[in-house]
């Protein structure tokens, strides 16, 4: 089941949506065969009206994996500001990214590919 899961800045976690209609709100999930999405339009309105919309998403299939096993394997940590960037970036490098094979997103609002 493909998912679109985006940061909730009012309940501080991240709402799951499925067909156009958020069915979850989590503190933390992970998805696979990921997607990440900005929409300009959405992303021209926050630059515009300097004021935050649900604009950006990654897009995934849900998947598990134990905490165990995700400490042990390296990962790369991504970051979207609609002020600096038009796409999700690699934080080390700002390099553009529109697709990874894992992503988890934390429970501190924290987004990592792996």
Known sequence: MQVQVYRNLHRNCWSVRYNGRVINHTDSVDLKNAKLVVQPAGRARV???????????????????SNDRYNNIPKQKIAYNPYKYDSFVLVDTEEPIAYANNIRLTDNGEVYMY
């Open 47 to 65: 630059l515009r009206e300097n004021r935050k919309n649900v604009h950006a998403y990654i897009q995934g299939t849900v998947t598990l994996l």
